[in-house]
């Protein structure tokens, strides 16, 4: 780590120029630039007292950020093939279980149909981006078309089936909390 390059960083993000931190640190303009510049190190008092004017602590400073994935690729994708439901399922999002919503995709071949669910706490939404499927929510079976969607409260069994004799139905549905 470049102790003077990050806190020329966080000062930038502050909006300081080197002379308004130093005045705020009791230091000099040249020392501040010379710590940015790696061309000396502050002592930990002082380098406590330029983090404290930069709005930060010694372990935020040092801590180490974990390098978050934020977007995902086919690559990332998980993906089960139920032969018996005509029914393939793609996690979309690795280890979503841990996160609070989980998005899946799900391709549903003619006749096929996702496994039943049974009352969860949550809310589940569904954007059918081929084809047609139909929803069965407790006693109530609706249809959903391309382009539809569908967002429920799952305290009743649920599922979905492609009732399409010659066309795959392709569904984004999205669970919080997890439950796929």
């Not at 995709?105 to 039943?116: I, K, N």
């Not at 049974?118 to 929510?137: A, N, R």
Request: proline residues 5%.
């Amino acid at each position: 780590m470049n102790i003077g390059s990050k806190i020329r960083q966080l000062r930038m993000e502050n909006g300081l120029t080197q002379e308004e931190l130093a005045d705020r640190c009791e230091l000099t303009k040249g020392f501040i630039s010379q710590v940015e510049r790696e061309m000396t190190s502050p002592s930990i008092a002082t380098l406590q007292d330029i983090l404290e004017a930069l709005g930060t602590t010694l372990s935020e400073f040092f801590a180490e950020e974990e390098d978050e994935k934020i977007v995902f690729t086919s690559e990332d994708f998980f993906e089960k093939y139920d032969e018996d439901y005509k029914m393939k399922i793609y996690w979309i999002v690795p280890n979503a279980q841990k996160n609070e919503m989980e998005p899946i995709l799900v391709e549903l071949e003619p006749g096929g149909l996702t496994y039943r669910h049974t009352p969860h706490p949550g809310e589940e939404f569904g954007y059918v981006l081929d084809g047609e499927i139909e929803l069965i929510y407790g006693k109530k079976k609706l249809l959903v078309k391309k382009g539809e969607s569908f967002y429920i409260f799952p305290n009743k069994e649920h599922y979905i089936k492609n009732k399409s004799t010659n066309k795959t139905a392709k569904i984004l549905w999205i669970s919080t909390p997890p439950s796929f």
